[in-house]
């Protein structure tokens, strides 16, 4: 979200400070989600690769005796099977904090959205972020079940007549107490001599 934005919507600049600030917090907190993700796939990258490691060595002791040679293949399977689950999980993982990235603030609920979207269509690139896909089909979401998305915000346009320009010069601001004095000072008349109508 951009200041310039916000500012050309007509807020002011104590608003637009709070709701900078607001976002901010909103994207450090999302940031940190992914950097725990990231984190977590990082040490589950290095146990596969140690798990190969140690595969390779009992497959060099195992040579010569068939019942090692059996069991082994039998790990090398379930290896292979975990393997593949855990890339899937971690893709699906993945995709579904990218996507949750990129919906926040846009829809009311997440997951309700997440539903309606095709994950198949939609590329990420190395940094997990996604490259294409998922603006082509939000588009027809919103088409298709605007209610699921926040509306956004337009700027209040009055028809008839215009908001009189507020002046933030303090020597020349002026309050109704001042203006009924100067009123009655301009008429000229002390106020001892002036008639006083409750009597």
């Known amino acids: 979200m951009k200041r310039e934005f916000l500012e050309g919507l007509g807020l002011e600049k104590e608003i637009v400070e709070k709701i900078i600030g607001e976002h901010g ?6 940031k940190s989600k992914l950097k725990d993700i990231t984190t977590d796939r990082d040490d589950l990258k290095i146990q596969l690769e140690q798990r190969d ?8 002791k195992a040579e010569g005796s068939e019942e090692l040679q059996t069991q082994l293949a039998d790990l090398q399977s379930k290896y292979d099977t975990d393997k593949g689950e855990y890339e ?11 996507i949750k990235l990129a919906l926040a603030g846009k829809v009311h609920d997440t997951d309700i959205a997440i539903s309606q979207i095709d994950k198949a269509t939609i590329e990420l690139d190395t940094e997990g972020k996604i ?21 956004e915000k337009k700027k209040q346009t009055f028809k ?5 320009d507020s002046n933030n010069d303090k020597d020349s601001s002026s309050d109704i107490g001042s203006n009924f004095a100067k009123e009655a000072n301009s008429k000229g008349t002390p106020a001892e001599k002036a008639v006083n109508p409750w009597i």
Request: positive net charge; without cysteine.
């Open 25 to 30: 917090k909103s994207v450090e907190s999302n």
């Open 53 to 60: 490691k140690d595969l390779k060595d009992l497959k060099k």
């Open 160 to 164: 008839g007549w215009d908001p009189a």
């Open 88 to 98: 899937q999980k971690l893709k699906d993982t993945q995709l579904s904090s990218a």
């Open 131 to 151: 490259t294409k896909g998922l603006d082509e089909q939000l588009k027809t979401l919103q088409e298709s079940k605007p209610f699921l998305f926040v509306p």
